[in-house]
C-alpha cells in the first residue's frame, strides 16, 4: 500500500505533467515535434478533441486521486476519532470516493455529494492520521 505523500507525490507529477502538455497545445502546438505525436491522439484527432481529453484526464486524474488516497487510509478509519473524523470532515471524503467508485460508474448523478478535490482530500486526511499516530 502506497502511503499519502506517496499518493500525493505522482499525482502532483501527473497533473503538472498534463497540465503542461495542455498549455502547450492550446497555446503553442507547432513546438511539439510531430514524431512525439505519431501513432497518439495528437496525431490523429482535430486539436479541439485533444484539448477536451486532455481537460477530461485531468479530472478523472482528481478522482483516481481521491480514491488512491482513501485506499491508503481506509484500514485506519476506524481508529480515527469520531471528533476528528468530524472536524477533519473525513465523512465527506469517503462520500465522495464511494460516488467515484459506485455511484458515478452506475449512472447515479442525483445523489452526488460535494466534491472533495486531492488536495483537500490529502490535507484532512494527513491531519486525521497526524491526529492517531501522536
Keep these: 500500500m502506497r502511503s499519502l ?8 507529477t501527473a497533473r503538472d505533467s498534463l497540465r503542461i ?7 503553442q502546438p507547432d513546438l511539439i515535434p510531430v514524431s512525439l505525436t505519431a501513432g497518439t491522439v495528437f496525431e490523429t484527432q482535430p ?18 486521486t481521491v480514491v ?4 491508503s487510509v ?3 478509519y476506524k481508529k480515527i476519532p469520531r471528533t476528528i473524523k468530524e472536524e477533519q ?7 465522495y470516493r464511494d460516488w467515484i467508485a459506485h455511484g458515478r ?21 494527513k491531519k486525521a492520521l497526524q ?4
Design 74 to 76: 481506509k484500514s485506519l
Design 131 to 134: 491526529s492517531i499516530q501522536a
Design 47 to 64: 486539436r479541439s478533441e485533444v484539448f477536451h481529453r486532455l481537460q477530461q484526464a485531468e479530472r478523472e486524474l482528481d478522482d483516481l
Design 89 to 95: 470532515q473525513i465523512q465527506a471524503i469517503k462520500d
Design 5 to 12: 505523500d506517496e499518493i500525493w507525490s505522482w499525482y502532483e
Design 105 to 125: 460508474r452506475l449512472g447515479r448523478r442525483k445523489g452526488m455529494p460535494a466534491v472533495v478535490t486531492p488536495d483537500v482530500a490529502y490535507e484532512r486526511l
Design 21 to 27: 502538455i495542455r498549455a502547450l497545445w492550446e497555446t
Design 68 to 71: 488512491a488516497l482513501w485506499a
